[in-house]
């Protein structure tokens, strides 16, 4: 798969399941998974949010959030990274 063809064509949008079922398949604290892909000061809170299914709190995630959490956990469905190091 080519990195140059269009976001929507490499990943759909999860539903707050999947999230919760990537990041628990990572290993991975609700923070631990905010930090990974957030700036925000409040990473578990932004992380409680795309997990929820509750209309008041819910959030999607963004998509290139979402792949990115997939390709760092090696979770990307047709991607992987290759550590440089």
Avoid: C, Y
């Amino acid at each position: 798969m080519s990195f140059n063809r269009p976001i929507a064509e490499r990943i759909t949008l999860p539903s707050p399941d999947e999230v919760r079922a990537a990041r628990e398949n990572a290993g991975l604290s609700q923070d631990a998974a905010g930090k990974l892909v957030s700036t925000s000061n409040q990473p578990r809170r932004t992380w409680d949010k795309w997990e929820s299914s509750n209309e008041t709190n819910a959030r999607e995630i963004p998509l290139p959030t979402w792949e990115l959490f997939l390709l760092l956990t090696g979770q990307h469905p047709n991607m992987a990274l290759i550590d440089k190091g």
